[in-house]
């Protein structure tokens, strides 16, 4: 008799048991206790610059949200949606960094920081980087251009609008480094195909260049390049035109200088002593 009473309570307890996860499975875990509850638009957004100080950038997000949640009106919602931004930049997340700055410039087009949210977008895809880049050696130029694309388009666009804003001089100044890196980007490429003997895909690479980034850096071996190319393509006339172009710009040139030996024109062994020089 007595092992049959505990046979019945041990049948008790494991139905209590499974009534209690049931209930937990409807309703959902405990609520999580808000310690913001009563609190004001200033003192929230006080307690989301505490924490972007300490680098708690979820915990900040967290309460910028809560404040434009609880005050979607006012300078303190308006200004937690950059902060959002900001704090999504600093957290390296560009994605989410980009969309919360779209989502305050369409929100706000005539606010006196809406330039901030432009260079925040710059800045956003500026640093992006995947995870093999982050922990190789990889060169800016060998990255997919994309992201560098985006970035030259978020500054071009602040520039373009706002040339009277403080973001202006550093947005034009990595508006430069990122032409020189898109065109060293399309140089690389222009390289490979000319080892894969491709001259027809080299050259419209270095056409690229020419066309697209006239005033980068790349311009000179764009130009020798578009030479070797025709050379190989057999396309005198336009072998010489562009010979001439580049004397006239690059004459210390060593295609032009003659400094190279004609018995080891091979392209990359001319590139070889170019970074000699």
Known sequence: MKRIT?????LLCISLLALFL?????FGDPTELDDTKGW???RIYQAGEER????????AIGYFQKLESRFPHGKYATQAQLEIAYAYYKKSDPISCVAAADRFIKLHPNHPNVDYAYYLKGLATF???????KYSLQEISDRDPKTLKLSFASFKELTDRYPKSRYFKDSTQRMVYLVNSLSQHELHVARYYMKRQAYLAALNRAKYVLEYYPNSAS??????????AYDYMGLDDLKQDTVRVLKTNYPQ???VTGKVVED???WWKFWESLEDR
């Open 52 to 59: 972007m100080i300490d680098r708690d950038y979820d915990k």
């Open 264 to 266: 080891e024109r091979v």
């Open 6 to 10: 505990q046979y019945i309570l041990q």
């Open 22 to 26: 049931n209930a937990c499975a409807i």
């Open 253 to 255: 040139n060593p295609l």
């Open 127 to 133: 640093n992006e980087r995947g995870v093999i880049e």
């Open 40 to 42: 004001q638009a200033e």
């Open 219 to 228: 311009v000179e071996e764009a130009l020798v390049i578009t030479v070797s």
